[in-house]
């Protein structure tokens, strides 16, 4: 069965630099959801779009910006990067329409050195 | 404001032992409590959801447990074998909140041979 694509599975980057990570959700899925994950903790939602329209907003640096596609593919934009971005950056998706599973891609680790 | 948190950090358990991993959540608004594994280097993975008319819900090994009444959520996995060792998160899941996920710090789970 398919599952959510992310890319690049590992990025470095020099602080200031940008950033771009890409998502292909579940085929038919309507709703895409960002994660970051700092080492040791639990994953902290960004953002999220449903039907290509951003839906909800969490702890997501005015620095960082997503985008939904036509194709329902996604991308998170991050800008004037600084070391505590390093992190792991999950996207989700899922059917929101009377389902509760969201289903995780294997993430995009970003080192900022 | 809204947390969900887990006890424990970390839990060894012996293989063919049951393991009971604890939440407690302060959102009583919440519709479901989600239950996700998560392996080293991957994305955290569904295992099982419960919604918050519900005080039980079984799965295959895995039994959630649900009381409103201290806003307590507990994961048992039955007969914990090797392919169980993994950090797991609670999760609280609101429909008016977009479904988005507010995640609690996870418990990794060693499973002794």
């Known amino acids: 069965a398919a599952g959510v694509i992310q890319s690049p599975r590992h990025l470095i980057k020099e602080k200031r630099e940008t950033a771009t990570l890409k998502c292909y959700p579940i085929p038919r899925h309507d709703t895409v959801y960002w994660y970051q994950q700092g080492p040791g903790q639990d994953p902290q939602f960004l953002i999220s779009?449903?039907?290509?329209?951003?839906?909800d907003k969490g702890s997501i640096p005015d620095r960082f910006s997503a985008q939904q596609f036509s194709d329902y593919h996604s991308e998170l934009n991050m800008s004037s990067l600084e070391l505590g971005d390093s992190a792991l950056y999950f996207c989700?998706?899922?059917?929101?329409?009377?389902?509760?599973?969201?289903?995780f891609g294997q993430g995009t680790r970003l080192t900022v050195v | 404001g809204e947390s969900v948190g887990l006890h424990l950090p970390t839990l060894s358990v012996q293989e063919g032992d049951n393991s009971i991993i604890n939440c407690a959540y302060s959102n009583s608004a919440s519709d479901y409590f989600i239950w996700y594994k998560q392996e080293s280097g991957k994305g955290p993975q569904f295992i099982i959801d419960?919604?918050?008319?519900?005080d039980k819900r079984q799965g295959q090994r895995v039994t959630v447990l649900l009381n409103k009444t201290v806003k307590h959520l507990s994961l048992q996995i039955a007969a914990t074998q090797p392919g169980d060792s993994a950090v797991y998160f609670c999760?609280?899941?609101?429909?008016?909140?977009?479904?988005?996920?507010?995640f609690g710090g996870g418990t990794r789970v060693l499973v002794k041979p």
């Open positions: 779009f449903y039907e290509k329209m951003q839906s």
């Open positions: 989700a998706s899922s059917l929101v329409r009377g389902e509760t599973e969201a289903f």
């Open positions: 419960i919604r918050s008319n519900m």
């Open positions: 999760a609280e899941n609101r429909e008016a909140a977009g479904n988005k996920l507010t």
